[in-house]
């Protein structure tokens, strides 16, 4: 295992729209490994693979106190509720914005095993998620910030805030 870079804004790599999944191999599940040795590194709560340069759809969220979350061709299925958040991103070092989230989402996607399940979710965890798939669609959250001051500089931001 082993901790990957991280790609910044702008490489073109986050903004593409990513491949699905067809299957695990080897490289897939060492991809998935080296994901989640680098999230806490990073001091992250969520990770997707274009954030470390390979575009396909595969992001890991680890929630405190929780175990990791490996999520393969995540789908939102299901969004209700909208609510304002304050969210950054590993990828735009040094800002965060105001964007609005659901309340709650729920997601589809395969384990490594490679079975289907679901996961709904409120909160920090419904923000990660949407978060992360944005990733895998090449959308950013700055995408979502509606107002010229709705994006400002940060010095230092709370590990919940690192998505």
Known sequence: MAVLPLRFVPDPVLRQKTKRIPGMDSGLERLIDDMLETLPEVNGVGLAAPQVGVSVRLAVIAMPDEEPMVLINPEIV????????????????????????????????RNIEGKEFRVKATGL????????????EGTLYIDHVETADGLYRVEHREEKDLL
């Open 78 to 109: 299901k969004r209700s509720g909208l609510r304002e958040v304050t969210e950054a991103c590993l990828s735009i070092p040094g800002y965060a914005g105001e964007i609005k989230r659901a309340k709650s989402v729920t997601v589809k996607a």
């Open 125 to 136: 965890l419904a923000q990660a998620l949407e978060h992360e798939v944005d990733h895998l």
